[in-house]
């Protein structure tokens, strides 16, 4: 018999804040639908499904990410002790999966779909500080990439178990983007937060040093960096190049994906790549800096670059020049069901 699963996340698709929130929705519905695991997800009131079994929301209130954290944590406690397996994900895991873990004979689990270090250029020594407790205070680590589980290791002196995630296949409406942004030539797309990991500035510099006329990059998400990003775009003169689209919903992404020549990841740390997994499903090329899902791709999907100006160029130039799609064994997100059974099976 499968052991049972008490999870803890933030969001649940399509109420989603990013690719953890992803992960967790596929993964969760496939242990409970597909393994007939006896599995319950507690989640933020704001962003749980009401018509999804096994799904509870607990009202977290206002304030910051570490009180709400905490008031998701009392209920976690409460149903720890009668599940054999608790597993939470990245660092707003570690107060709920340790208060949980010494109340209960459970098993902690615990995922890194990225560290602070891939996040941010100059980590907050908070979140620092409270994953390297979590990664030596689980019972089990969990890492969605072999980048992920060598950061770890040399960061945090703990170890983990692979288990990457699955392909998601984006929505598609049937929107026109060509039409409605007015690109007659070819079109390159990002999509993303507005980060300096993200590496948006050496795409935009590519694009001022790009010798090929008539190449629109359409950048879409938004965050801190969306109006010095704008100022930039003026600065190096590439206006008519670059077209902001802003926030993309999810029921269009997968037409963006098609409507594009290539679809470019210049991110300073990639430890997956859900968005490089979105757009080879859609038949787009893929120019992408180190990533974790190259791992699991064959050599040359990908167009593989460093986050410099120069080699995004040479990356861009080659995509354009391609005349067959991708081609790939797709992961299913069954398969990492399957994976993460087996982890729990092997350490409850």
């Known amino acids: 018999m499968s052991p049972s699963v008490l999870m803890l996340g933030w969001g649940y698709p399509p109420n989603i804040t990013g690719g953890l929130d992803v992960h967790v929705g596929e993964l969760f519905s496939g242990l409970r639908d597909d393994l007939g695991v006896d599995a319950r997800l507690v989640l933020p009131a704001e962003l749980a499904p009401e018509d999804e079994p096994g799904v509870e929301g607990v009202e977290t209130g206002e304030g910051d990410i570490a009180t709400r954290v905490g008031r998701l944590s009392d209920r976690f406690v409460e149903l720890a002790d009668d599940y054999d397996v608790i ?7 570690y107060g709920p999966g340790r208060s949980a873990a010494r109340a209960s004979d459970a098993t902690w689990v615990s995922s890194f779909h990225s560290l602070a270090s891939d996040r941010n250029i100059d980590p907050p020594r908070r979140e620092v500080e409270t994953e390297r407790r979590l990664a030596n205070a689980a019972d089990c680590n969990i890492a969605v990439s ?17 288990v990457y995630n699955g392909f998601s296949t984006p929505e598609f409406s049937g929107t026109d983007v060509r039409a409605e942004l007015g690109i007659d030539g070819e079109m390159l797309f990002f999509v993303g937060r507005h980060t300096d990991q993200k590496g948006i500035s050496h795409l935009l510099y590519a694009m001022k040093k790009l010798r090929r006329p008539g190449v629109t990059l359409v950048v879409g998400g938004s965050g801190h960096q969306t109006g010095q990003l704008k100022r930039f775009v003026e600065l190096v003169g590439i206006e008519d190049r670059v077209e902001f689209a802003g926030y993309v919903p999810e029921a269009e992404l997968g037409d ?4 594009s020549d290539a679809f470019v990841s210049p991110s300073l740390a990639e430890p997956f790549g859900i968005t490089i997994t979105e757009a080879l499903e859609a038949g787009t090329q893929v120019v992408s800096t180190r990533c974790g899902a190259a791992e699991v791709l064959p050599e040359g999907c990908l167009i593989e670059v460093t986050p410099d100006s120069e080699s995004i160029v040479d990356g861009l130039v ?8 991708p081609t790939y064994e797709r992961r299913d997100w069954s398969a990492v069901a399957e994976d993460t059974l087996a982890v729990y099976e092997d350490v409850a």
């Open 87 to 93: 597993h939470t994900h990245d660092w707003f895991g």
């Open 146 to 162: 072999e980048i992920v589980r060598e950061d770890i290791r040399e960061l945090y002196g703990a170890d983990s178990r692979v």
């Open 256 to 259: 963006y994906y098609a409507a």
């Open 318 to 325: 080659e995509a354009l020049d391609r005349e067959e799609p």
